[in-house]
Every structure is written in C-alpha cells, then in structure tokens.
T-cell receptor, first 115, second 113 residues
Framework: QQQVKQSPQSLIVQKGGISIINCAYE??????FPWYQQFPGKGPALLIA???DVSEKKEGRFTISFNKSAKQFSLHIMDSQPGDSATYFC??????????????WGLGTSLAVNP | NAGVTQTPKFQVLKTGQSMTLQCAQD?????MYWYRQDPGMGLRLIYY???????DKGEVPNGYNVSRLNKREFSLRLESAAPSQTSVYFC????????????FGSGTRLTVV
C-alpha cells in the first residue's frame, strides 16, 4: 500500500489558534516523513521532516507528531498567523530501485488563517 | 540563487498544438521530476529521471514525453495538447539517494483551449 491519506482537505483557523493536519499511511517501509508548504503561485517547499524513530520534532511554531504504532503523523502550527495561509502536503519517503528514493504525497490541505 | 528554473511561467495552447516545458537545476542533483497539480488531486507524478540518461513513467504519463538532456536539464513535451492537460506543471529535483527534500520550480500554468 503506497498511499498517504491526508485530512482535512481544507481548514480555517483564527489568528493565534492551533492548526492541525493529519496524515496516515500503511506501508511500514516508509522511513522519512516530510511536510511541504506551498504558497499561491509558488512551488511546494520543504517545511519540516521527521524520521520514524522520533516521536516529535519542533521547529519554531511548527511541530510534527509521529505515532509509529498507529502509522499516523500530524503537523501542528501553533499561534497560527495569516502568513501561514497556504497549502500543506504531507509525504512519505521510501527506498526505490536500488539506492534511489521516491516520495508518496498526500493530497494536500488548504489552510486559511483569518486575521 | 540556486534552485530549479522552469520556463515558461504561463502558456495558452490550442488543442492539438505541441510545446516543450523546460526545466533546469543548478544543485548538481541526480534526480528530476515532472508533476502536474490540479485542484483536489494533489501532486501527480508524470515522469521522473533517477539519474542522467534514465527516465521512467510516473502515475500519469499518457500524452507526455520527457528528455533528460544532461544532468541539469529535464524537459517535458506535449505532442498534441488536449484540454485535459490544462494544469499547473512543476519540475523538481533531489539528490535521489539521501533523505533530503525535493526542490521545486515555481511552475508553469498551462491552459489548453
């Protein structure tokens, strides 16, 4: 199973609130879980990533929580700001064709932070 | 600035016309990718090149061809454009073997009428 299921599809949060986006996977061969942020008119950009041997990773207001037994991981944006309004993609990396790797993508979450 | 450069940024084609989307990266990455992005459908992989001299089909290759011209450049060709190919196209690159992330270009918005 090489799917990554992402929810919700869209999210509206008030300024200062917490934004939470969830992802789930089935394939236990996935071994790296990045999140990408995409602003309108731009390409996605790597935001934060986690390895499955770590339960949490924090970078500023962005935190990934990882639950290996449940095969779920989530992105938390604390003190959400209007500038965080963007589309967020979760992804999972897997070894492919020898030493190469490929990313399997979630479908994305459109986040709007109201001022 | 180092990164991935895509041209053109915008294009309108008539049904049946052909065009080539250009992509170049200056990060010495081995792997390059072409994605299309449509509302509600996320990023769908069209073709990828794991290394110079190789190309492979992704999820949605029909109607497209690619060329890995050298390590820096990876082009996407639409031989006979169809309205279903109206989309935003992104090129990306990565080292291929490390856990490092993908670097994306800023995209080409293509409309086929």
């Amino acid at each position: 199973q090489q799917q990554v299921k992402q929810s919700p599809q869209s999210l509206i949060v008030q300024k200062g609130g917490i934004s939470i986006i969830n992802c789930a996977y089935e394939n236990t061969a996935f071994d790296y879980f990045p999140w990408y942020q995409q602003f309108p008119g731009k390409g996605p950009a790597l935001l934060i990533a986690i390895r499955p041997d770590v339960s949490e990773k924090k970078e500023g207001r962005f935190t990934i929580s990882f639950n290996k037994s449940a095969k779920q991981f989530s992105l938390h944006i604390m003190d959400s700001q209007p500038g965080d309004s963007a589309t967020y993609f979760c992804a999972a990396s897997i070894r492919h064709a020898g030493n190469n790797r490929k990313l399997i993508w979630g479908l994305g979450t459109s986040l709007a932070v109201n001022p | 600035n180092a990164g991935v450069t895509q041209t053109p940024k915008f294009q309108v084609l008539k049904t049946g016309q052909s065009m080539t989307l250009q992509c170049a990266q200056d990060m010495n990455h081995n792997s390059m990718y072409w994605y299309r992005q449509d509302p509600g459908m996320g990023l769908r992989l069209i073709y990828y090149s794991a290394s110079e001299g190789t190309t492979d089909k992704g999820e949605v290759p029909n109607g497209y061809n690619v060329s890995r011209l050298n390590k820096r450049e990876f082009s996407l060709r639409l031989e006979s454009a169809a309205p279903s190919q109206t989309s935003v196209y992104f090129c990306a690159s990565s080292s291929g073997t490390s856990f490092g992330g993908y670097t994306f270009g800023s995209g080409t918005r293509l409309t086929v009428v």
